[in-house]
């Protein structure tokens, strides 16, 4: 893999030397990509124009989530950013390239989970304005343009991966190719009308599995540690090294997720009966909410507080935007016509 990995180094020195002018471009792509996107911001954008569509985003996002993360577990991938450091095959010959705050990731490196799992997301919105497009032109020739910016999308995401020395091209590739087949999956089993308990068990098993499968490796004697260890002593600024980018940080957003899913489904059968006014009012205010939401700030100094409050905090978002933002809209506008 040595020859990769160099391989690698050089095409993302190029890119940044090259597009050095569009590190902003880079960094919101990046960004933009990022797994939590799915459940913050593509979730609300899709629930009030399709219910249907937003549960599936929520359902694939997870699963893809915990899937990326086992695959991470079991392949040992390494990341640009610490191999460069690690490898020592740079000493005489340095690459020209540059840290960012989204650069130290502490988790393994292949598949990329910012190409995974938005493949896999973003392919139940694509599939379904396809098919929608199909129903309403006939033409196969307009249908196929959701699949052409959807290319495109994720290629500019997968170069912000590589720009930002987060990943190598050959994992980015993986993530794309393991997330669209997982889309593809995926999408065609989403569940309906699916009880409370159908969500828990689910979500309860990507967490009780996740701390299994870390127990048996680690008594296998293989380190989970590994690339935690590797983040904290080459990334640039120890406060880039954030507990919320920690794999298990993933599997908690998840869990926390699904079981928001089936609290909200659970309590509000069908969701609230909104016209298109209401929903964009909806749109605007959920973004608004999980914006707040994501922007509190939780205590890292102690893991299991930290992970317990990330566990409500992504158990909340489902609520929100199914139950709560919709629920005080609707009274708002049946009042509004009763008045």
Known sequence: MDAVHTQGIWIAESLQLSTKQYEHIWLF????????????????????????????????????????????????????????????????????????PSTCETGPGSPSGHAMITAAVWWVMVSTLASEIHTRTGSKVVASLPYLIYVLLLAVIGLSRIFILAHFPHQVIAGFLTGIVLGVYLSRSIPKSQSLLFY?????????????????LEKAGIPLSWSVALAKKWCAHAEWVRLDTNPFSSIVRASGALTGLGLAQSWKPGGWSLSWAPRALCVALSAMALHHINRVNLPMDYPVLFYTLFFVKYTLVPQVV???????VHFLTAKAKRD
Do not use: C
């Open 29 to 100: 792509a990046s960004h933009m990509g990022d797994p939590k996107a799915a459940f913050l911001l593509i979730f609300p954008l899709t629930y009030f124009v399709s219910r249907q569509t937003g549960v599936a985003v929520v359902w694939v996002a997870a699963i893809s989530e915990w899937l990326n993360l086992v695959f991470k577990w079991i392949l040992f991938g390494e990341r640009p950013y610490w191999w460069i450091k690690e490898s020592g095959l740079f000493e005489k010959n340095p690459p020209q390239l540059q840290q960012f």
């Open 200 to 216: 828990l068990r689910i979500s309860m098993g990507i967490l009780v599995g996740t701390l299994v499968l870390h127990t048996a």
């Open 322 to 328: 199914i139950l709560f933002i919709p629920g005080v």
